[in-house]
């Protein structure tokens, strides 16, 4: 008992310290449940016991197929044959697979009935019958809901929401509009009450068998507890048998260095290669690829965009074909497979089927050879987007990632369809198919009958000869605003394709996997015994965790700056180190006070792309490490909430001494957390509010601000005051010597100050939102108060810090100059 409650506690513990494997909370479930039936003797232990084997087996089964493909197609066929059969029975058309089909639950309920009837007494006919006939009838209820869901979406009333509405006043509650949003994604929920319900029927008016051996008793808490059975050779073969299924379903071996790899992408097609320019804003002016050749020289690739992609394709190690369109020559499709054949790898970038006179999308043309084909359809994710709508299956792309970090996709791609010998990388469950493209162009999209509901796939890969064939719906993760979140995973793509190596999904690890998980499952269920059931479940909870901890460790995506060549240079070049570093990170470890939803006026797609236009390949930092500051030019910290660790003050502080450029926007409402580092630097923004005790001074907050921070008699041939926008700025202080003013507030306050360290400078701004999209660059690229003062400003920041050359702004419209002076009056 005492073993058991320790192994409990390490797995409630243990996501704490590393991140857990994506079933971890499966086998906590049972092993908790096997806990408790240490704990108890008679029915009571059998019920606790049969309940954690069947969580047991679904955990089992979620391994196998995140990691042996075919079972994925297999369950996946299961629940479209469930859909079909519903629709011949109801009249309404129904497609799904294995989420909705409620595979899941069949699986948790078969191991509970196998167990709940070897655990009764015989005869057993009758009762197998009846729980049979309960279980498979419960389950078509549940499909018969979802069968009639679009119809009953229909009867409920709708609601309209008033144009304007008060954000911090909810909407009445209304029942109706509520069951609207539940159907049909939460009746998987009512699916498990369903299949509950009945468990608890069964469970309930068991007629149990004779326990085999007294209960022992036992000093303690639980006076007739069961001892656990079982020699330790049937133990130890358990805890073998569970380690060799978490390292053959979890370890991988990629590389991620691009080191001497060669790209070829095509350069025509639906698709531009254009980087952020200046002068040109909003989200349509941000350019599609031009970002990603950078991307893979950062990883020491180089990147070749050809008219004709399949000429050359001697020396190449990756083919790119993006958003490709119009007929394809049987030359160029010869050249493709050739090249995949003898060893090459093929990456296609998919979109919504696309389709302007006789020019159409031809992915299905270039894929004809393998076993995936683009869906004309556009995959429609019930949330905003597929971050968190999805899973990912076992593979070096998504092995060393997170279950917890988002999938990279948008709502905006097409979804795949894939057979046996292929296989999906990444599936979107909660989310539809759209049938054709329009959902993008009108951007209005709803779920009807007949549409495929769930389990639709992303991403997909097959081995063709030697080589290998990658197939994503969707571009977001390569786009220049997609690259800031998705560089990760695109890298580990990249990588993979580049280098291939021992995964998961190979068929010879496929078919380890599935032997140990007979033999696992063979044994389990020859010794019917909470102890067998709790080492089981812990040591897969525990060696699935240490594997994604270890793929983590071992292949992290390292982009360095000096790589990359300059804005100004060509793609197909090869690159070469050098001193100038052209990468920027903005920080995400620290809980920082921007929006990771895209273009809200809270998030930071202006600064990305404002860094972008300045040159510089533009990231979000993971962690604070030695190894990725030194490849990096420019730290940008927005306002954390999590405190920086003295480890990681020092490291700051050391990128800041060689040369980098540390830049803090935080106001005093929020530089708690920045409070220790900021003193490392010698710099102090006055927090607000202070106690109302003592003699501590309030800082004066400066609000929105306009001020001036070049006067036309401060520069060359000036003619003109250069301004800039604060949303809520406050003053700021610095200790020491080489301080810069660089921008003065009310009262002649500082609000940003430069202070050099070392060959590096550090500079704070004390505005909490002066780099957000609200204060910098909107959705549209409207102009602020007639101009694009502060995109000016960042352009004059850089250039002046990092590039030693001052750059002017233009000066504003009359009408925003007239307000400049009102304003500097009244200050």
Avoid at 351 to 366: H, L, V, W
Avoid at 622 to 638: D, H, N, Q
Avoid at 730 to 757: D, F, H, Q, S, Y
Wanted: charged share 15%; proline share 6%; aromatic share 10%.
């Amino acid at each position: 008992m005492s073993i058991g409650l320790v192994c409990f506690l390490a797995l409630l513990v243990l996501p704490a310290f590393i991140q857990t494997g994506p079933v971890h909370e499966i086998f906590l479930v049972a092993v908790f449940l096997a806990l408790l039936a240490m704990g108890q003797a008679g029915p009571a232990r059998r019920v606790f016991l049969i309940c954690a084997y069947a969580v047991l087996g679904l955990g089992i089964y979620r391994i196998a197929c995140l990691s042996i493909p075919s079972l994925w197609h297999v369950a996946n066929l299961v629940g479209a044959a469930m859909g079909r059969w519903t629709a011949i029975l109801t009249g309404q058309p129904l497609s799904i697979g294995a989420t909705f089909g409620g595979i899941d639950f069949l699986v948790l309920m078969a191991v509970l009935y196998a167990g709940w009837l070897h655990q009764t007494d015989p005869p057993r006919r009758n009762r197998a019958i009846a729980g049979a006939i309960a279980i498979l009838g419960g389950h078509q209820v549940y499909l018969f809901l979802i069968a009639y869901a679009p119809i009953l979406i229909g009867w409920l009333p709708k609601v309209t929401e008033p144009k304007f509405q008060q954000p911090y006043i909810p909407l009445p509650l209304d029942w109706g509009h509520t069951m609207r949003l539940a159907l049909p994604w939460n009746l998987p929920a009512f699916g498990a009450v369903l299949h509950v319900a009945i468990a608890c029927w069964m469970l309930r008016w068991a007629r149990w068998k004779p326990d085999a051996a007294p209960s022992l008793v036992n000093s303690g808490s639980y006076p007739n507890a069961t001892p656990v059975n079982g020699s330790w050779k049937t133990v130890a073969a358990t805890m073998l048998l569970a380690i060799g299924i978490a390292m053959a379903s979890s370890l991988s071996s990629p590389r991620t260095d691009l080191n001497g790899k060669v790209f070829i992408a095509n350069q025509q097609g639906r698709l531009d290669w254009s980087r952020p320019q200046h002068d040109r804003y909003g989200q349509s002016e941000a350019g599609m690829f031009g970002v990603l050749p950078m991307f893979v020289q950062s990883l020491g690739g180089k990147f070749e965009i050809q008219s004709d992609p399949t000429e050359n394709l001697a020396d190449c190690d990756v083919l790119l074909l993006i958003h490709t369109a119009g007929a394809l020559l049987k030359t160029q499709q010869e050249r493709i497979w050739n090249f995949v054949q003898q060893g090459g790898s093929l990456l296609v970038i998919a979109e919504p089927y696309y389709q302007q006179g006789a020019t159409t999308s031809n992915f299905n043309d270039i894929l004809a050879p393998t076993s995936i084909r683009v869906r004309q359809d556009v995959a429609i994710p019930e949330p905003e987007s597929w971050r968190g709508a999805g899973f990912r299956l076992a593979h070096p792309t998504t092995l060393a990632r997170s279950r917890h970090e988002n999938i990279p996709f948008s709502d905006s791609g097409a979804s795949l369809q894939v057979h046996w010998p292929a296989w999906p990388l990444v599936v979107g469950q909660w989310g539809w198919s759209d049938p054709g493209s329009d959902a993008v162009i009108t951007s209005q999209s709803r779920f009807e009958a007949g549409e495929l509901l769930g389990d639709l796939v992303l991403a997909a890969e097959q081995h063709v000869g030697d080589g290998t064939v990658m197939v994503l719906g969707n571009s977001s993760s390569l786009t220049n605003e997609g690259l800031v979140r998705g560089y990760d995973w695109m890298g580990r793509v990249l990588g993979y394709l580049a280098n291939r190596g021992s995964h998961p999904l190979s068929l010879g690890r496929q078919v380890i996997s599935f032997l140990l998980l007979v033999a696992l499952i063979a044994l389990i269920a020859w010794r019917f015994d909470s102890g067998h059931c709790m080492g089981a479940a812990f040591v897969l909870a525990v060696c699935l965790s240490a594997g994604e901890a270890y793929n983590r460790s071992i292949t992290p995506i390292m982009p360095d700056g000096r790589w990359i060549n300059s804005l100004e240079s060509g793609t197909n070049q090869v690159p070469k180190q050098s001193s100038s570093k052209h990468l920027a990170y903005i920080d995400a470890s620290h809980l920082e006070a921007y929006s990771n939803q895209d273009w809200t006026f809270d998030a930071i797609n202006g600064l990305a792309l404002n860094l972008m236009r300045n040159g510089y390949l533009t990231l979000m930092l993971p962690e604070i490490s030695r190894e990725r500051l030194e490849r990096a030019a420019i730290l940008v910290s927005i306002a954390p909430t999590r405190p920086f660790s003295r480890d990681e003050r020092a490291l700051i502080k050391e990128f800041v001494e060689k040369g980098g450029v540390f830049i803090s926007t935080t106001g005093a409402e929020e530089v708690s957390a920045s409070m220790q580092l900021l003193e490392d630097l010698q710099v102090h923004v006055p927090p607000s509010p202070v106690p109302t005790t003592g003699d501590t001074e309030e800082p004066v907050p400066m609000g929105y601000l306009h001020t001036r921070y070049l006067k036309a008699e401060d520069y060359q041939a000036g003619d003109h005051d250069v301004y800039v926008l604060f949303y809520a700025g406050w003053p700021v202080e610095a200790t020491g010597e080489k301080v810069e003013v660089l921008v003065r507030g009310l009262k002649n306050l500082p609000v940003v100050l430069c202070r050099r360290i070392g060959e590096g400078r550090a500079v704070i701004i004390a505005d909490t939102c002066f780099a957000m999209n609200k204060n910098l660059e909107y959705y549209g690229g409207e102009p602020f108060r007639g101009g694009y003062e502060n995109a000016h400003f960042w352009r004059w920041f850089i250039s002046r810090l990092l590039k030693n050359e001052v750059w002017i702004p233009p000066p504003v419209s009359e009408s925003a100059a007239e307000t400049d002076v009102d304003e500097e009056a009244e200050q």
